[in-house]
């Protein structure tokens, strides 16, 4: 099955950045004695990884070294590696897409976190905090430690040409699925994402009957389905995209002018000198985040208590600022706004701003639908997205 989360991983990857090997003073504010050299392993998500010089600011102030892998953010194997592998004891942290949280906790590979041993956890936004699928039964198992929402890509200036469009603007799901922009449309080949932005659009235009677009039951996920299948078979979509290359490529080339996708394509776009713009949809945004995990090994090996530690250093600002800078993404927590403005060697203007936009999908008028990447049918899902492909 097609990573959508690989693509993604991928296109940051390609962003080049120069670490940072600074020296700054975050106090200890985990629990017991502190060693030194301890050793953390993270199986996570390629885009939540600092590098060396990020790791190394962590292991002079924690005393812990962290040893980062790759898990390649595919959902699937991440999890089967995590109940019928080892990974739950060969490694301490976890970084993954959320929404596996249930699933992981079932089987008994992941240990809720005791919130009491990361002060740092007060300072996260709200609604960081209420994400549904992180808690389970009253517990933390999943802490978000990135987080944004994604909408649509378009090219202003192209669509002006078109009937209905002439303002140049963007605002609604619709124009993906809209008959005068037949074949110039676009989504990603990616029930993770393109379902829940169908069910998104049909919920709010009140077109089906839609609880929760990020889990759908059986009758609403055929309902969302049959129209994105019905909507193919018009050549209503140039194609289902897969990759950052080829979603920029698509509309670069002009071949699409509006597409369902990541922000990051449109920072890419802008660099080339392509006029692109990220919608801001009247039916609200899929919002994601990415997640720690603890793993269960932790209690046997004598490493629980150094993951809570860690975890709040994460917590304490340089990380935000670190993962800004690098990846462009915002760790929802206000420590790194402070950390940067008595930090120079941050840019203090673009933490505020990654951070004020972010929080403005999810405020101020804004409204997001929290992706998931394990819906409780997420085989049919898998079943629906197979026989779109092969329609």
Same mark, same amino acid.
């Given at each position: 099955?097609?990573?959508?989360?690989?693509?993604?991983?991928?296109?940051?990857?390609?962003?080049?950045?120069?670490?940072?090997?600074?020296?700054?003073? %975050?106090?200890?504010?985990?629990?017991?004695?502190?060693?030194?050299? +301890?050793?953390?392993?993270?199986?996570?998500?390629?885009?939540?990884?600092?590098?060396?010089?990020?790791?190394?600011?962590?292991?002079?102030?924690? /005393?812990?070294?962290?040893?980062?892998?790759?898990?390649?953010?595919?959902?699937?194997? %991440? &999890?089967?590696?995590?109940?019928? /592998? +080892?990974?739950?004891?060969?490694?301490?942290?976890?970084?993954? @897409?959320?929404?596996?949280?249930?699933?992981?906790?079932?089987?008994?590979?992941?240990?809720?976190?005791?919130?009491?041993?990361?002060?740092?956890?007060?300072? +996260?936004?709200?609604?960081?905090?209420?994400?549904?699928?992180?808690?389970?039964?009253?517990?933390?198992?999943?802490?978000?430690?990135?987080?944004?929402?994604?909408?649509? &890509?378009?090219?202003?200036?192209?669509?002006?040409?078109?009937?209905?469009?002439?303002?140049?603007?963007?605002? =609604?799901?619709?124009?993906?699925?809209?008959? !005068?922009?037949?074949? #110039?449309?676009?989504?990603?080949?990616?029930?993770?994402?393109?379902? &829940?932005?169908?069910?998104?659009?049909?919920?709010?235009?009140?077109?089906?009957?839609?609880?929760?677009?990020?889990?759908? =039951?059986?009758?609403?996920? !055929?309902? %969302?389905?049959?129209?994105? &299948?019905?909507? $193919?078979?018009?050549? *209503?979509?140039?194609?289902?995209? !897969?990759?950052?290359? *080829? /979603?920029?490529?698509?509309?670069?080339?002009?071949?699409?002018?509006?597409?369902?996708?990541?922000?990051?394509?449109?920072?890419?776009?802008?660099?080339?000198?392509? $006029?692109?713009?990220?919608? @801001?949809?009247?039916? /609200?945004?899929?919002?994601?985040?990415?997640?720690?995990?603890?793993?269960?090994?932790?209690?046997?090996?004598?490493?629980?208590?150094?993951?809570? #530690?860690? %975890?709040?250093?994460?917590?304490?600002?340089?990380?935000?600022? @670190?993962?800004?800078?690098?990846?462009?993404?915002?760790?929802?927590?206000? =420590?790194?706004?402070?950390?940067?403005?008595?930090?120079?060697?941050?840019?203090?203007?673009?933490?505020?701003?990654?951070?004020?936009?972010?929080?403005?999908?999810?405020?101020?008028?804004?409204?997001?639908?929290?992706?998931?990447?394990?819906?409780?049918?997420? !085989?049919?899902?898998?079943?629906?997205?197979?026989?779109?492909?092969?329609?």
């Amino acid at each position: 099955m097609y990573d959508s989360n690989q693509s993604r991983r991928e296109f940051l990857r390609f962003l080049s950045y120069s670490g940072l090997a600074i020296g700054l003073g %975050v106090p200890f504010l985990g629990c017991g004695k502190q060693k030194e050299n +301890t050793l953390l392993r993270c199986y996570g998500t390629g885009t939540l990884d600092i590098l060396d010089a990020g790791w190394s600011v962590a292991k002079e102030k924690t /005393g812990i070294q962290l040893s980062f892998i790759d898990n390649g953010n595919d959902t699937g194997p %991440v &999890i089967a590696q995590m109940i019928s /592998g +080892t990974a739950s004891q060969d490694y301490d942290l976890g970084g993954l @897409q959320g929404g596996a949280e249930r699933e992981l906790s079932d089987a008994g590979v992941i240990l809720p976190w005791d919130l009491s041993k990361i002060p740092n956890w007060k300072h +996260t936004w709200p609604m960081a905090r209420d994400i549904p699928y992180t808690r389970i039964n009253g517990d933390q198992y999943g802490l978000p430690i990135a987080l944004n929402a994604d909408s649509m &890509i378009y090219l202003p200036d192209k669509i002006k040409s078109i009937e209905g469009y002439e303002s140049g603007v963007v605002d =609604t799901y619709f124009a993906v699925f809209d008959e !005068r922009l037949r074949g #110039k449309t676009s989504m990603e080949d990616s029930w993770i994402n393109s379902a &829940i932005f169908t069910a998104i659009y049909l919920k709010e235009n009140k077109l089906c009957a839609i609880g929760d677009p990020g889990n759908l =039951t059986e009758s609403e996920l !055929r309902d %969302v389905m049959s129209f994105l &299948i019905e909507r $193919k078979k018009a050549g *209503q979509f140039r194609k289902f995209w !897969r990759g950052w290359e *080829q /979603g920029v490529e698509l509309m670069s080339s002009g071949e699409v002018l509006v597409m369902t996708g990541w922000e990051p394509i449109e920072y890419e776009l802008n660099r080339r000198g392509i $006029k692109a713009k990220y919608a @801001q949809p009247r039916e /609200g945004y899929e919002g994601w985040s990415n997640d720690l995990i603890l793993h269960s090994g932790t209690k046997s090996k004598g490493s629980y208590l150094d993951a809570h #530690k860690f %975890v709040n250093w994460l917590y304490s600002g340089f990380y935000g600022c @670190q993962l800004a800078e690098l990846r462009g993404y915002a760790v929802p927590n206000d =420590t790194m706004i402070s950390f940067a403005e008595k930090n120079p060697d941050f840019e203090e203007q673009k933490i505020k701003k990654l951070s004020s936009h972010v929080k403005s999908k999810f405020q101020e008028g804004g409204r997001s639908y929290w992706q998931n990447v394990r819906p409780d049918n997420y !085989r049919l899902y898998e079943e629906w997205w197979s026989r779109l492909r092969n329609t």
